[in-house]
């Protein structure tokens, strides 16, 4: 079963209709769309990491009872250019790009921006508008009916097209139908820059920023009534390792280093003013965040946590044939943290950890940046 994580999909689905097991309530109708890896070779070439796979959009119709499905690839410029030449053109997470350049090439490539369509992990839908995502900036839109590719967003607002960065899952507020997120430049210092996505237009428009020692990886945030809230985990990336990584033959993820010795810092931004207030705690790795919300003056976070990002590492494709997915591997632990507060004095965070269905609560000290 393991090995369905990594084979590759060969063929694009016209509408078909689902074997269903049990019965679907008549009340449950709409459309799910999903975005994912699902191509890892191109030739004889062997994409290396799951993160690599080129994207392939599905969608899931739900009516009277009844599922369809169709999926395509998507046309992004890293999926069309690597097809069309037979082997793989771009730079991606875990993999070397363009066996066949030049010294000449790769040198000079050093003073171009790194880029990344190949937008393989999730979806963002803005007003009648739908796009297809990664951890990089750019946003490859496509037909939400068909599923064709219309193409890059190309974004006219001040950030243009110069930030490298921005996370895979953006924020969502159904309320003021606001979406948030972050786009970081990386550069000698980490440069985070908070914006809101305008509706349907993509307009990115910032309410806040953040300047670090170091650019870090970031995947997802979390949203309060009052607070984005933006965690800088000790993932950092060597700018000089990413500038000179084709030249060095180095993929994106051999240029990311883990200092544990910094901890992770909550960044808890206002959402008007653009204020930021700092937690710092203890260093981990995650991915994703569970929920978030305010109980008075107090702000509260679930995570899910790994000790390390060696999760990482393991999802190179070799790693996966050979071991597959063992469980208890990566464990992730649960945890809330809470009681981020708006005084003026040392806070700390009452630590929940949710293993099976033991609970068993900590008391950790938070430091206030």
């Known amino acids: 079963m393991d090995s369905l994580i990594y084979k590759s999909v060969e063929k694009e689905t016209s509408n078909c209709n689902l074997e269903i097991q049990g019965q679907i309530p008549e009340w449950l109708s709409g459309d799910l769309i999903r975005n ?68 000449f090439n790769k040198f000079f490539s050093a003073f171009s921006k790194p880029e990344a369509s190949n937008a393989s992990v999730s979806i963002l839908k803005n007003g009648n508008r739908i796009a297809a995502v990664s951890d990089f900036s750019s946003m490859v839109e496509f037909d939400f009916n068909t599923l064709e590719t219309k193409g890059d967003i190309k974004f ?7 930030y490298m960065f921005s996370a895979a899952h953006s924020c969502y507020d159904p309320e003021t139908k606001e979406i948030y997120n972050c786009l970081g430049k ?46 800088e985990q000790p993932l950092e990336l060597n700018i000089w390792q990413l500038m000179f990584s084709r030249f060095l033959n180095r993929p994106y993820e051999a240029c990311y280093h883990w200092k544990p010795e910094n901890g992770t810092k909550f960044h808890l931004v206002n959402r008007i003013t653009g204020e930021v207030k700092t937690f710092k705690s203890s260093a981990f790795f995650f991915f994703h965040t569970v929920n978030a919300f305010e109980e008075g003056d107090e702000v509260l976070i679930d995570l899910c946590l ?21 469980k208890g591997k990566h464990e992730f632990t649960l945890q809330s943290y809470n009681k981020f507060t708006n005084r003026n004095s040392r806070s700390y965070s009452a630590l929940r950890r949710l293993s099976g269905s033991a609970f068993l609560q900590h008391e950790k000290v938070m430091q206030i940046l």
């Open 36 to 103: 994912g890896p699902a191509k890892f070779e191109v030739g004889a070439y062997k994409l290396n990491h799951w993160f690599d796979g080129y994207s392939m959009i599905h969608k899931f119709s739900i009516q009277n009872g009844k599922v369809s499905y169709k999926s395509k690839f998507l046309q992004s410029k890293d999926y069309i250019r690597s097809t069309s030449a037979n082997y793989i053109k771009n730079r991606s997470w875990g993999t070397v790009a363009d066996p066949c350049a030049s010294i």
């Open 306 to 326: 790994y000790k390390d990002p060696s999760v990482i590492k393991d999802l190179y494709l070799d790693k996966l044939k050979q071991n597959g997915l063992k």
């Open 186 to 231: 990386p550069g000698p210092k980490g440069n985070f820059s908070f914006v809101k996505i305008s509706e349907s237009t993509f307009e990115r428009k910032p309410f806040g920023s953040l300047s670090a020692p170091k650019h870090t990886y970031f995947h997802s945030y979390a949203l309060t009534k009052n607070y984005f809230i933006f965690l």
């Open 156 to 162: 006219s607002d001040q950030f243009g097209n110069d």
